[in-house]
């Protein structure tokens, strides 16, 4: 039985031109089964942090260091950009409330909820904010419509 490799195309952005990059199906598999384990080690180091450092300061460590980051990344690649005038507000709403207030709730519940069950608190908080939305704005929903918003 011969086996053949699939590839995946996959965009690598190196110092501000787009390359196009073959990875093979089990490439792509294996960062996949990284950034899950990635994603839950997080939780448990985070939960062992908790332990010794304020939940607040945690996150605003963690921020700090992924800010960073991403400053020097985004440097390094020529594609640091200047928002608009009109942008600020949509980026102040998105930095308070998913980034800011989700890790300052996530931190502190994991002072207190076992790392599992905050994991699952944590990544279903996404299916609330469809219906959440529906009830906190003006717009009136007809029945199956608050899944397009």
Not at 37 to 43: E, F, K, L, M
Not at 115 to 128: E, F, P, Q
């Amino acid at each position: 039985m011969a086996s053949t490799a699939s590839a995946i195309d996959v965009q690598i952005a190196p110092i501000g031109d787009l390359v196009m990059s073959r990875l093979t199906k089990s490439e792509a598999l294996l960062l996949f089964a990284f950034v899950v384990v990635a994603w839950g080690v997080n939780w448990t180091v985070t939960k062992l942090i908790v332990m010794h450092v304020p939940p607040l300061w945690t996150a605003a460590i963690r921020t700090g260091i992924g800010a960073l980051t991403l400053l020097a990344m985004l440097a390094v690649s020529q594609q640091i950009k200047i928002p608009k005038r009109g942008d600020i507000p949509v980026i102040l709403a998105i930095s308070l409330f998913h980034m800011v207030a989700f890790a300052a709730l996530m931190t502190t519940g994991l002072k207190y909820v076992p790392v599992g069950r905050s994991i699952v608190l944590g990544y279903t908080t996404s299916l609330w904010v469809a219906p959440g939305h529906g009830c906190c704005s003006r717009r009136i929903y007809r029945r199956g419509k608050w899944l397009e918003s």
